[in-house]
Nanobody, 124 residues
Framework: QVQLVESGGGSVQAGGSLRLSCVVS????????VGWFRQAPGKEREGVAA????????VYADSVKGRFTISQDNAKNTVYLQMNSLKPEDTAMYYC?????????????????WGQGTQVTVSS
């Protein structure tokens, strides 16, 4: 079991940017897959981006490619989600989660440990 804490959510106008942070417990950070997921009211939870902390490999949902970037700071055990060119449809609660990298990187069912979430609201 690992601990994850998200931060960085807020309100922004369409076209703006936000950077989300996810701090992962130190003992579990290495060789962990960390994913960002989002869920809007009435919608299913969807995978946004994921990163393998051991090597930095990344994967993105088609809906955010070219706009979002996932990255890490190993010294801080932190994974970031830089969100640029935000759209109203990006509005959702964003969660980070950790897995043992044995399942699909953008599938919620593959992740065992979850943060509490941070709200992102994009206005027109």
């Amino acid at each position: 079991q690992v601990q994850l804490v998200e931060s960085g959510g807020g309100s922004v106008q369409a076209g703006g940017s936000l950077r989300l942070s996810c701090v992962v417990s130190g003992d579990a950070y290495r060789r962990t897959c960390v994913g960002w997921f989002r869920q809007a009211p009435g919608k299913e939870r969807e995978g946004v981006a994921a990163l393998y902390t051991g090597g930095g490999s990344t994967v993105y949902a088609d809906s955010v490619k070219g706009r979002f970037t996932i990255s890490q700071d190993n010294a801080k055990n932190t994974v970031y989600l830089q969100m640029n060119s935000l759209k109203p449809e990006d509005t959702a609660m964003y969660y980070c989660a950790a897995s043992r990298c044995s399942g699909g990187p953008l599938l919620s069912s593959a992740y065992n440990d979850w943060g509490q979430g941070t709200q992102v609201t994009v206005s027109s």
